[in-house]
């Protein structure tokens, strides 16, 4: 759902300039040949409500409200921006087909996804985005694995854990259990030598410039590089799966 006041700021509007608004940006291209009478008529109201809307937003009229926003929804091609995050090196994978594995992963659904420590700031940010994206998540910290999965058995299909030493006793355990009940395991992890890491089908390895750092005292951009390498991986999910951007 748009949410039309990030548009216009502090700007209060009544529910019906908020349906006018979002016809419009839902219809921008074509809006301008149905001109103010069919924007109105499509929209339940008059074009002198319409052109009153448009003065109340600083517009000399309908034209300037409509080629406004078309600039305020525009979207920027973000190619150049993944290109430049994928050229910092911030991951490496077990397996040469590990992304795309993952991309099918993410295409199903049904994940659990897991962390503790720092690492669940990153875990929280994926389940969120899995669940923007419409896909059923799980977000797990210290709750049993086997409470979790009894109570979503027929909605799990893999685990994706965080941690930065890939030795949290919480991940491990979850990993374990996981795989005992032959579970797809994701991890990203700062240690390709540890339990989580050698436990995993598809392992995403982020540079840990701090490993002794258990406190996360000193700057390290293992977490934020968690969350770039997960970004990268939901654009080739994208391009994979011909995603389109989201319409208003």
Sequence with gaps: MLDVTKLFGD????????????????????????????????AYTSPSTIMRLSKRLGYNGFVELVYSLKIKASTQDNSEIINAIENKDIFSTNYDNAIDDFVDCINKGNI????????????KYIYMKLLVLGKKSVLSTFID???????????????????KSGEGNHCVKTCMLAKERNLKIISFTGNPQSTL?????ITFLIPDCEKLDNDN????????????????????????????????
């Design 112 to 123: 659990l996804v897991s962390a503790e420590g720092f690492s669940e700031l990153v875990s």
């Design 197 to 201: 890491a050698k436990n995993s089908d």
């Design 217 to 248: 005292f000193h700057p390290n951009p293992f977490f934020g590089y968690c969350i770039e390498a997960f970004e990268i991986i939901i654009h080739k999910y994208f391009v994979k799966y011909n995603i389109k951007h989201k319409v208003f």
């Design 145 to 163: 694995f086997d409470i979790l999965f009894d109570n979503h058995v027929e909605t799990i299909d893999s685990v994706m854990l965080i941690s």
């Design 11 to 42: 700007i209060k509007f009544t529910s019906l300039e908020e349906s006018i608004i979002t016809y419009i940006l839902n219809n921008i291209d074509s809006c301008m040949d149905e001109g103010i009478r069919g924007i109105a008529k499509k």
